[in-house]
T-cell receptor, first 112, second 113 residues
Framework: DAGITQSPRHKVTETGTPVTLRCHQTENHRYMYWYRQDPGHGLRLIHY???????DKGEVSDGYSVSRSKTEDFLLTLESATSSQTSVYFCAISARGTYEQYFGPGTRLTVT | KQEVTQIPAALSVPEGENLVLNCSFT??????LQWFRQDPGKGLTSLLLIQSSQREQTSGRLNASLDKSSGRSTLYIAASQPGDSATYLC????????????WGAGTKLIIKP
């Protein structure tokens, strides 16, 4: 299995609070992604990174920000969590060349 | 705009049968196609990656084919087992997608003992 960890694995938070999810990889892959998965919507890309300090928006980026200060870490921040952001969040990585994506175990976030 | 479709949405077959899952896409200018498996409440596991220049890939009892001209890929599972029960997703990477995968909605497979 690709060396990808996500923390926390589960989190319950209140509306209006900031939340940061962390993705850590040990593969030294260039590309990292944050997805959310919701019933009826499948997987949707939030943000992605193509290198340290290089990030771009996906299709559902509103309300989310990201940062990548090191190759191995990609942080997803919800500045002020809303109930609509209750979801399962997955991080993925891929290497330049094949672009085969490998996924982390996911973080289940509940916003009350 | 690339669209990916997986039909059927759900499939139930007896154990031991060989089966085929389908994935179709609208734009043949793809970089690669990837098949994933997702168990309930779990993450996604990459099963097979087919580059645009390849026609098929095999891993154990799994064989994935790619026909770019017709916009189709199939995932063949031989001698199905109850442990194969999961949702299978296909996704394509197109030339102009900024390295973003375009996802199908998945086929939920149930193998009956």
């Amino acid at each position: 299995d690709a060396g990808i960890t996500q923390s926390p694995r589960h989190k319950v938070t209140e509306t209006g609070t900031p939340v940061t999810l962390r993705c850590h990889q040990t593969e030294n892959h260039r590309y990292m992604y944050w997805y959310r998965q919701d019933p009826g919507h499948g997987l949707r890309l939030i943000h992605y990174s193509y290198g340290v300090k290089d990030t771009d928006k996906g299709e559902v980026s509103d309300g989310y920000s990201v940062s990548r200060s090191k190759t191995e870490d990609f942080l997803l921040t919800l500045e002020s969590a809303t109930s609509s952001q209750t979801s399962v969040y997955f991080c993925a990585i891929s290497a330049r060349g094949t672009y085969e994506q490998y996924f982390g175990p996911g973080t289940r976030l509940t916003v009350t | 705009k690339q669209e990916v479709t997986q039909i059927p949405a759900a499939l139930s077959v007896p154990e031991g049968e060989n089966l085929v899952l389908n994935c179709s896409f609208t734009d043949s200018a793809i970089y690669n196609l990837q098949w994933f498996r997702q168990d309930p409440g779990k993450g996604l596991t990459s099963l097979l990656l087919i580059q645009s220049s390849q026609r098929e890939q095999t891993s154990g009892r799994l064989n994935a084919s790619l026909d770019k001209s017709s916009g189709r890929s199939t995932l063949y599972i031989a001698a199905s087992q109850p442990g194969d029960s999961a949702t299978y997703l296909c996704a394509v990477l197109t030339m102009d997608s900024n390295y973003q995968l375009i996802w199908g909605a998945g086929t939920k497979l149930i193998i009956k003992p």
